[in-house]
């Protein structure tokens, strides 16, 4: 369903079915997925989906950036392009913060023609790995962000690579990073998407079976550098 819904706001074919937007686009609230509440969340040049009443979204994200205006996002993309990273070619000069060593580290390897993927594990809605393809875009660069997941938040990642248009830099891989490959049982808690593990059982949990790969044998396999 969520699928069907998100391609049919980007052909615009809304009108043309008569359907009205207000039941599709977060700009008024949010549309159900399989079983989810589902908002659009404003992240700056970055812009996710992410599930209502979860953990992360009601405690952690400022109410300011919920319900951001889907359709008004997609037309601004049509007309204007994709919102320019913080950190572009006219700020990464002036960076201070910690928080931002890791654009610097990026830019350095490729002053110095490194070839690097980035591998971001455990990526939840994606923010922290399509934060970094942001800026890769903003420099003309071809490097990949691999993105792993398992929870519930693996259904919105495809939608959120999607919106933001970093199809060419985002892989995302449905994969436990685990020390054998094979299938792993994973424990969560409801309304926490940030606990899925392999390791630790709450009393509250609940498991599930996913596919789990050992990190060497993945760079290996995919000939990473």
Not at 5 to 16: I, P
Request: neutral net charge.
């Amino acid at each position: 369903m969520l699928k069907s819904v998100f391609n049919k706001v980007l052909r615009s074919d809304v009108k043309k079915e008569g359907w009205r937007s207000k039941k599709l686009v977060a700009d008024v609230d949010c549309w159900r997925g399989s079983r989810r509440l589902i908002d659009f969340v404003d992240f700056d040049d970055i812009k996710l989906f992410m599930y209502k009443n979860d953990n992360i979204y009601d405690n952690f994200i400022d109410d300011r950036k919920k319900s951001f205006p889907l359709r008004k996002f997609l037309k601004e993309v049509r007309e204007k392009g994709y919102p320019r990273p913080e950190i572009n070619r006219d700020t990464i000069s002036t960076i201070q913060d910690c928080r931002h060593l890791i654009y610097l580290i990026m830019k350095h390897l490729w002053d110095v023609g490194e070839e690097f993927t980035v591998l971001d594990v455990g990526c939840h809605v994606g923010l922290f790995g399509l934060k970094l393809a942001s800026v890769i875009r903003e420099f003309g660069k071809d490097n990949k962000v691999i993105c792993f997941d398992i929870g519930e938040t693996s259904e919105l990642m495809p939608f959120n690579i999607k919106v933001n248009g970093l199809g060419k830099w985002v892989i995302f891989e449905k994969l436990a990073i685990t020390d054998v490959s094979g299938p792993v049982i994973v424990y969560a808690r409801e309304g926490h998407t940030d606990t899925n593990n392999i390791i630790w059982k709450l009393d509250d949990s609940y498991s599930y079976l996913a596919d789990g790969m050992n990190l060497s044998e993945y760079i290996n396999e995919k000939g990473l550098s």
